[in-house]
């Protein structure tokens, strides 16, 4: 019987059937007869998950332009459907064609998130795939990885055969067209591997031995073969309005996580907040033009039926014609009632008039994030917003009949005190005392405070910082629980356990690989999810495993350090990130390099191909 036969048969015992029909509206089916080259984009979480995410559905979308390259879309199973699948022995198989994934010529994982490893160690096993890169043979497929979890590969480098660095969209097709020529000489797997490192953006760890100190620490990369490149430079898109974007995205027959309509507007962020990973390695900034985005949003709601339009960027506000793009889609769509949504808003970025314009057709959520309590902190972290902005912002939402304000936070940054928690509170209180004045009363105010934990993150000021103790975690979060007491005031955290596990896996380096494997011979999936995270099965497998997690997490590195990802060039000087760690130190805030001077980055050395002097002094 063929997959696809047991499958449906399969289907109607299972909760949420549709994640694994793989016939939604826009979705792509081929003949299989003309096709050179089959790529399975996978995203390690449920469907729900990996469908809300913007990369895997321009990959998918870019791919299928060509008639010969078929990418098809593959997600975790979630633990009912994949019990049966053990059960009748079903391999895991791509959506659209119900093809087993070993019948691929590329399985391609996104790294969104690092709790999300064990879920790529199961869909292999799942797959029949060898888990280690060293054991698989022409028989199976190249597994390849991408995303920001990529710019520190070397968790997962013995089972990635390759990482795709920085934007895909730059280099796929390259990929594709060297494995086409590959294919026609009938070499080794091992052959195509040597190829395919030359490629600029692509990092083959097999291709590299890593000599470690007596300490454990790292001594140096070195390349196995001449012509293997020393670093590995990220790739990067020039022109937002040339580069290839969907219009006729998927539309899911369930709700998603992010159930809309998805409009980059641009990307990067040169804010400079020292905690953002994000905001360092997606640099330079790179705009598409309000004519280019007005077209592609006719038609994307032409093509997709949705009802909604969400403006994506790190931060949708820094626009630089936002005013203009908001005037000339909510025109465009009113008549229809198509929303528009505003996410990743700066505090100090949010005006009176862009509010009313946004809610004309339909109020949206607002959300802002001062990420520290005090002042001192946010400068400190470089987070260039004060208390006057946020009420000043809030005020004017409330003005305009916003009832609903999240607010998003950090503890354990950097030098965070008792006093810095206490401005947390504050903080949510002076909103609370802001809609009150407006409205005489505070019912139907909503103010919803979230906290997650600090995890020093690569290519950040603070990668060489450590993190708080889980004890610390968990006294900083029930003393904001009982500061956040109030009727008005929702407060959700982040597990502590999993900050912990995060930054293990944020910073470390190959030999938790042993530690993913034993994980999940323990049981580890869907780790990210609460029902299924159990943290005791991962400090066994550390201790099976010889391998100490605190030497990852609790240990403030020496700026000489080799770090694990600095095989990876994300276009980001260390020297400048030193400067920014000094900075911190003495709470000096550097400005957007976009109104005010060039602080020397880096990034002009990937983008330009020159330097620029940063005329600051620390």
Not at 592 to 600: E, K, Q, T
Request: glycine residues 6%.
């Amino acid at each position: 019987m063929k997959i696809s036969q047991i499958v449906d048969e399969i289907l109607p015992r299972v909760s949420k059937p549709t994640r694994y029909l793989g016939n939604e509206y826009n979705s792509i089916h081929k003949d299989l007869t003309n096709i050179k080259t089959r790529i399975a984009l996978a995203f390690p979480d449920l469907y729900e998950v990996g469908m809300s995410h913007l990369g895997i559905k321009i990959l998918y979308h870019l791919l299928n332009k060509y008639d010969d390259i078929y990418a098809e879309r593959v997600f975790a199973p979630w633990v009912d459907f994949e019990e049966i699948m053990r059960e009748r022995q079903i391999p895991l198989f791509s959506l659209e064609s119900r093809t087993p994934l070993t019948s691929f010529d590329f399985l391609g994982f996104t790294l969104q998130y690092e709790m999300s490893y064990t879920n790529i160690i199961n869909m292999l096993d799942l797959a029949d795939i060898p888990l280690y890169s060293k054991e698989r043979t022409s028989e199976h497929p190249f597994v390849i990885a991408g995303g920001p979890c990529a710019f520190n590969p070397e968790p997962l480098a013995e089972m990635v055969d390759f990482f795709v660095i920085g934007e895909a969209e730059e280099v796929i097709l390259e990929i594709i067209e060297s494995y086409k020529k590959f294919k026609k000489t009938g070499k080794e797997r091992q052959a195509f591997l040597e190829e395919v490192s030359g490629i600029p953006g692509i990092y083959v760890p097999q291709m590299y031995d890593v000599v470690f100190n007596d300490d454990g620490t790292i001594n140096r990369y070195i390349p196995q073969k001449p012509g293997i490149p020393q670093k590995v430079k990220k790739r990067v898109i020039r022109d937002m309005d040339q580069v290839y974007y969907p219009t006729d995205f998927v539309v899911p027959y369930m709700n998603i996580v992010h159930d809309r309509a998805m409009l980059e507007i641009f990307r990067g962020c040169t804010h400079g907040c020292r905690f953002c990973q994000a905001g360092m390695i997606y640099r330079p900034v790179r705009e598409k033009s309000v004519n280019r985005l007005y077209e592609l949003a006719k038609e994307i709601i032409a093509s997709t039926g949705y009802d909604e339009i969400s403006l994506t960027s790190l931060s949708t506000s820094d626009y630089s014609d936002l005013k203009n793009l908001i005037k000339i889609l909510t025109e465009e769509f009113e008549t229809n009632k198509i929303g528009i949504s505003l996410p990743s808003l700066r505090i100090d970025a949010f005006s009176l008039e862009l509010a009313n314009k946004v809610q004309e057709i339909r109020k949206t959520g607002l959300t802002f994030a001062p990420e520290a309590g005090t002042q001192r902190l946010r400068d400190v972290i470089n987070k260039g917003v004060t208390r006057e902005d946020l009420l000043l912002s809030v005020s004017k939402a409330f003005r305009c009949g916003w009832n609903s304000v999240k607010l998003y936070f950090m503890i354990g940054l950097p030098s965070e005190n008792q006093e810095d928690l206490e401005g947390i509170a504050s903080l949510a209180h002076d909103v609370i005392d802001v809609y009150k004045k407006i409205n005489g009363n505070t019912r139907g105010l909503k103010v919803t405070v979230s906290t997650s934990t600090f995890v020093p993150k690569p290519f950040t000021p603070f990668q060489w910082e450590c993190q708080i103790s889980l004890d610390e975690i968990k006294n900083r979060q029930k003393i904001l629980k009982k500061l956040l007491k109030n009727r008005n005031i929702t407060y959700n955290w982040h597990e502590a356990k999993l900050s912990f596990l995060e930054a293990v896996f944020s910073r470390g380096d190959r030999r938790l690989g042993k530690v993913l494997e034993i994980a999940h011979k323990k049981g580890c999936k869907f780790d990210g999810w609460n029902e299924f995270f159990c943290f005791e099965k991962w400090l066994e497998a550390f201790k099976e495993a010889g391998v100490s997690p605190e030497f990852y997490i609790y240990r403030r590195r020496s700026l000489n350090e080799v770090l694990p990802w600095d095989i990876i060039d994300a276009g980001i000087d260390k020297q400048f990130l030193i400067r920014e760690l000094k900075k911190a130190k003495k709470g000096i805030v550097t400005p957007d390099c976009r109104v005010n001077n060039c602080h020397a980055c880096g990034i002009k050395k990937i983008v330009d191909g020159g330097f620029c002097e940063s005329k600051n002094e620390i």
